[in-house]
């Protein structure tokens, strides 16, 4: 929202020096959206819900799902996929 670009353009001067203020026609685009947490189909079922991602398996159909996480660590989101996909499919 508008509200949210001023509130990061303010708190982004407050550590500027006054030559060099960012204003709102410095922001070119923006954007957001929501992050779904995930829930372990192997944790307790009174588990909160995860701030992590958590890869799973089909077991009839042996597909691999990625769910939760974060952009920050996509790299890591990544290697436990294949990770996961080499174990149920080694002939890969």
């Known amino acids: ?8 353009i303010g708190e982004t001067n407050n550590y500027l020096t006054p030559e060099c203020q960012v204003t709102r026609k410095d922001v070119l685009s923006a954007w957001s959206g929501i992050r779904p947490l995930a829930v372990d189909p192997h944790a307790d079922p ?6 992590d991602h958590v890869v799973s398996v089909n077991p009839k159909t042996k597909a691999v799902f990625v769910a939760g996480g974060k952009w920050t660590t996509y790299r ?4 436990d ?3 996961n996909l080499l174990q149920v499919h080694p002939d890969l």
């Open 76 to 79: 890591e989101m990544a290697e």
């Open 81 to 83: 996929a294949i990770d």
């Open 1 to 8: 929202t508008e509200e949210e670009i001023d509130w990061i």
């Open 46 to 51: 009174n588990a909160p819900a995860s701030r």
